[in-house]
């Protein structure tokens, strides 16, 4: 069964003057419906665009997503060494939420905990696997180090 990846509506970079983009949160923290999905990672679509202008403008921006995670996360790590866990909490939050709105690591940290056939995320796997697929130079320098280094053994 081949599913249908369905680009949603066109979304905007930044909304109520928020650092990172629209809010990706729910009530419960957890990324469920596919309104959050869209909301936070829409713009992912773009990657498998034909028109090659457009791809590299969405290389660009998960770039910028993904420096906006690594800000986040070395925030974290350093109010968590220098003021403790409870000031670390709220560090925590803002690494969170740059992580909804970066691949691979939406994917990574909002996994359904039962079926993935009705899961709101899952269209953004299949988009992630067939950016891959049609375009893996581009997928790949926007890998980490371990998706571009290349190993030779000799034997």
């Known amino acids: ?24 949160y729910s009530d ?3 990324m469920e419906s596919a309104e959050e999905w869209d909301r936070c990672l829409g ?13 590299e403008q ?19 790590n350093e109010v968590w060494r220098e003021e ?9 939050g803002r690494y969170i939420a740059e992580r909804r709105r970066t691949l691979p690591d939406a994917l990574w940290e909002f996994t359904p905990a039962a079926s993935y056939a009705g899961w709101a995320g899952l ?7 067939e950016w891959e697929a049609q375009y893996p130079d581009e997928w790949m320098a926007s890998a ?4 571009r280094n290349t190993v030779s053994c000799t034997i």
Do not use: H
């Not at 713009?43 to 791809?55: K, M, N, Q």
């Open 28 to 30: 419960n923290g957890i």
């Open 84 to 92: 403790g866990l409870s000031a670390a909490d709220q560090a925590g």
């Open 43 to 55: 713009w992912t679509f773009e990657l498998i665009s034909e028109d090659p202008v457009r791809r």
């Open 58 to 76: 969405a290389r660009d921006r998960l770039r910028a997503t993904q420096d906006r995670r690594s800000e986040a996360l070395y925030a974290f």
């Open 123 to 129: 269209r953004y796997v299949l988009l992630y696997l």
């Open 1 to 24: 069964m081949v599913a249908e990846i369905v680009k949603p509506g066109a979304q905007e970079d930044q909304a109520e003057g928020e650092v990172g983009g629209p809010s990706c």
């Open 144 to 147: 980490k180090s371990w998706g």
